[in-house]
């Protein structure tokens, strides 16, 4: 089993560079990074705050795909996740760019967590129906599947209508992972086995009764369940977990470290770092 770590950096966090260095010399697999363009002042619905995540990092943190481009510069192995970046709120010809410049340069490293979002305050200053987020997230994924795969692309739907274009350059995975955060649900899951590669469940619970629903509607698509990726996402680790997790067939878990000064993200990092060998000994 591979472990990697997801961290809610800020502007006053220890630098992504540093970190991916770190992490990638102690064995981890990967580091994810979350997004949030910013948090309104008028939000009447509080952040879903989990353990290690304070509002502070709500206002302050970096955009993930500057972060992780300083992390490609320093890291050879290390996969470059985003855990989650809010889809619908983004040009997707933009996005498609970023995201496939990222894994031309890093070597083909990239790992596209995506979510829908809870904050509809966030959701209307980019200018989406919050009730529209989910299906705007799927088209925006599929035409960048097109941007990405096809030479010249081009895309039509509902909210995007894309004329034949060149864009390059495409990246170097020939397709590239597209993980889905989200809860346990037929909408999500049909979402992951209609246009994504896994799912990023936030925790560990509940999976021993999710995964066969998971695999069900790959198998409704016609897609080989064994292909669908499961990653429990910001997870606090112990060693029965991870070896319940193996147990399931998980083969990466995604553990939290919070955000903080360099020396207090060391010292956490360098305690997570002890479940790094006990993971390598789990056959998933």
């Not at 995964?211 to 680790?237: M, Q």
């Not at 020396?263 to 305690?271: E, G, I, T, V």
Request: charged fraction near 20%; proline fraction near 7%.
């Amino acid at each position: 089993m591979r472990l990697g770590i997801t961290s809610f950096l800020t502007d006053r966090a220890m630098a992504p560079a540093a970190l991916a260095r770190a992490a990638e010399e102690r064995g981890f697999t990967s580091l994810y990074l979350p997004e949030h363009t910013h948090l309104p002042v008028r939000a009447d619905t509080p952040p879903g705050l989990v353990d290690g995540v304070s509002l502070d990092d709500y206002k302050a943190s970096l955009d993930p795909f500057v972060a992780l481009a300083t992390a490609a510069s320093v890291t050879t192995t290390l996969r470059l996740g985003t855990g989650i970046v809010l889809a619908a709120q983004h040009d997707p010809i933009v996005l498609a760019k970023q995201v496939a410049t990222l894994d031309h340069l890093s070597g083909g490293r990239v790992e596209l967590g995506i979510g829908y979002g809870w904050n509809r305050e966030e959701a209307a200053d980019h200018g989406l129906d919050f009730d529209q987020r989910r299906q705007v997230a799927r088209e925006h994924l599929l035409c960048m599947r097109a941007l990405w795969q096809d030479d010249p692309a081009e895309f039509h739907g509902e909210f995007v209508d894309l004329d034949p274009c060149w864009s390059r350059p495409k990246p170097l995975q020939r397709r590239l992972p597209v993980l889905i955060g989200g809860g346990a649900g037929p909408k999500t899951f049909a979402a992951i086995a209609e246009f994504a590669d896994g799912w990023l469940p936030i925790g560990a619970s509940g999976l021993s009764e999710d995964l066969p629903k998971l695999h069900a509607a790959f198998e409704a698509v016609g897609r080989d369940p064994s292909a669908a990726r499961v990653l429990p996402f910001g997870t606090i680790p112990s060693a029965a977990k991870l070896e319940h997790l193996a147990g399931l067939g998980v083969g990466e878990v995604v553990l939290r470290l919070a955000s903080g000064s360099r020396d207090a993200m060391m010292a956490d990092l360098d305690a997570l770092a002890d479940f790094v060998p006990i993971a390598a000994e789990l056959r998933a």
